[in-house]
């Protein structure tokens, strides 16, 4: 058997390979950001949670460069580092099954207009570990629809379903790009029963 030694001082080394430079991640921000989460009540139903944070046309240019320098976002050739001075948070929440395993259908299953009531949003932007209150938010527009079942000739002997749409405007003037914006909601003893993030 050969065995490979190093070669002997003087002769000349083998070229070296140039080492492949880090490839650049490029994101899209088209549509928006979106954000996607679940929460559950204690003893009670689970539910999800589906938004999208929008400002005009700003996301849809948007896109971000990750690098062995960080993070660079730009629209077309410009570089931008913060937010606009508005930004438009849509929300729907629904029930969904706790687990998606047989689940009997009954009382405190369903998410109803009366838990829905007790449960309290707060929003933050967050910065490491660091979360700074949302001010100045205000609720634009809200609804309430049924969900019809597929079953529609058992609507009448099953309960109600609902869900709920809120959009939200949210002050951003000087808030960093970096920053994230942290969804949480409450129940009325102040437990957090869901937390979800919009991040670029």
């Known amino acids: 058997m050969l065995a490979c030694f ?3 001082g003087g002769q000349k080394e083998g070229k070296q390979k140039k080492p492949t430079p880090p490839q650049i991640r490029v994101e899209n921000y088209y549509g928006g950001i979106f954000l996607l989460g679940e929460g559950g009540i204690p003893n009670g139903p689970c539910f999800r949670i ?7 046309d700003f996301f849809n240019e948007l896109k971000s460069y990750d ?3 960080g993070v660079i976002f730009r629209r077309g050739t410009e570089e931008v580092t913060r937010f606009p001075e508005k930004l438009l948070l849509s929300l729907t929440v629904h029930d969904e099954p706790c687990d998606y395993g047989l689940q009997a259908v009954g009382t405190g299953v369903y998410l109803t207009p009366q838990e829905m009531g007790t449960l309290k949003l707060s ?3 967050k910065n490491g570990v660091e979360l700074r209150p949302v001010e ?3 609720l634009v527009t ?3 629809a049924p969900i019809l079942p597929y079953a529609k000739d058992l609507a009448d002997q099953l309960p109600k379903r609902y869900v709920w749409s809120y959009v939200l405007g949210i002050p951003a003037t000087e808030v960093p790009l970096t920053d994230s ?3 949480v909601i409450r129940n009325p003893q102040g437990r957090i029963v869901a937390r979800v993030a ?3």
């Open 6 to 8: 190093p070669a002997a």
């Open 50 to 56: 589906n938004g999208r944070v929008t400002s005009g």
């Open 67 to 69: 690098s062995a320098d």
């Open 123 to 125: 929003l933050y932007w």
């Open 136 to 138: 100045r938010a205000a």
């Open 142 to 144: 809200s609804s309430v």
């Open 181 to 183: 914006l942290v969804l």
């Open 198 to 200: 919009a991040r670029l």
